[in-house]
């Protein structure tokens, strides 16, 4: 007999099993393990509600969402973004998806939620039932894709002397640089010093002005990328790449089945007329990156942003993601609003 019921600490061990037991499959195939503590990256998030299945002790189902303040279209509004819809592979094409769908959408429904936002790596057919209208949920608008930029590593010389170039703490200067620049996208998370705290924040001065910001964060003690599969060419790309490196060590190079260390792009600004500061940024980023060793320096991208002629220019992998967003007041202007637009979304949370 399968019961469903709100999650508890005490179920860590068994979320986290599940976790292992559901990667992502798509083009790019990933597993994204929570070790230690399922929980951790909620937390991050917002506040957060994770409902689980069991099947007697063991954990076969869950599914999550979190809360947190965004600027929608110009205004400041919670949204609720849905994740962790993971099915034990004993019962997938069971009914209980749909059961779970139901005791969210129950959830949602009296916590007078309007906004739903949430992500799917491109090709994960087992989630596209959430969206298409199913357990009493309306069905999603399609938001676009999102490019999800993994940019190799590696020191290249920067000769400009135009900005001073420094690494600080995380200020409201800067937060508010940050939520300035968020302005001009129509759905954007709201940022402070307070949500920006373990992170690192590179900066650029001109003429003792801010003109440009960047913060990196690595959340590897929160969650860990297992690489699973990739495409053929993307095979035989790392293969060449990595007999080139044992010649000349220059990469760091991910392996299937093991964690691959990744340096995320979590917030940047630049002010107008001051893009090659964000450029020098991007560089020191990449710098960064090389001598800690990571994998990739990573972002992602909505399909439609012209920031991303920044960081197509460098040597990269690029996985998709698709965003899907609903209004569950019927709010159709809203929706169009935000559909007409420019979304953001940090990747470093998904």
């Known amino acids: 007999m399968i019961s469903i019921r709100e999650a508890f600490p005490a179920d860590n061990e068994g979320l986290l099993q599940l976790t292992s037991m559901t990667p992502m499959k798509g083009r790019i195939s990933l597993r994204v393990d929570r070790n230690p503590d399922f929980f951790g990256l909620l937390s991050k998030r917002g506040d957060y509600k994770v409902f689980i299945a069991e099947n007697g002790k063991t954990v076969v189902g869950c599914f999550s969402v979190s809360d947190n303040e965004t600027m929608v279209n110009g205004n400041i509004e919670r949204v609720y973004y ?20 139901n005791t969210m959408h129950n959830y949602i429904r009296s916590s007078g939620a309007d906004l739903l936002f949430c992500t799917a790596v491109y090709g994960n057919k087992k989630v596209m039932p959430l969206f298409e209208g199913r357990a009493g949920f309306p069905e999603f608008d399609f938001a676009g894709t999102f490019r999800v930029y993994q940019i190799i590593p590696l020191i290249k010389r920067n000769h400009t002397h135009k900005y001073t170039i420094s690494e600080t703490t995380i200020n409201n200067e800067i937060a508010d640089l940050y939520n300035q620049f968020n302005s001009r996208y129509h759905f954007a998370p709201l940022l402070s010093p307070q949500s920006l705290t373990e992170t690192r924040t590179i900066t650029a001065f001109y003429n003792n002005t801010l003109v440009a910001s960047l913060t990196l964060t690595d959340i590897g003690m929160l969650k860990q990328n297992v690489l699973i599969g990739l495409p053929f060419i993307l095979k035989i790309t790392i293969s060449v790449l990595r007999f080139l490196n044992k010649i000349v060590p220059v990469i760091n190079l991910p392996e299937v089945e093991k964690p691959v260390k990744v340096l995320y792009i979590k917030a940047f600004a630049y002010k107008n007329g001051s893009e090659d500061a964000f450029e020098t940024l991007i560089l020191q980023a990449r710098k960064i990156a090389y001598l800690e060793k990571y994998c990739y320096l990573t972002i992602g991208i909505h ?7 920044f960081f197509v220019k460098y040597l990269h992998f690029t996985f ?10 019927g709010n159709r202007e809203k929706i169009n609003n935000i559909l007409n637009g420019i979304l953001f979304e940090d990747y470093s949370l998904i």
Not at 303 to 309: C, F, G, I, N, W
């Open 82 to 101: 849905l994740a962790d819809l993971k099915i034990h592979p004993s019962f997938e094409g069971k009914i209980l998806t749909a059961r779970l769908l």
């Open 303 to 309: 399909e439609k942003d012209p920031v991303a002629r």
């Open 320 to 329: 998709q993601s698709l965003g899907f967003i609903l209004s569950m007041h």
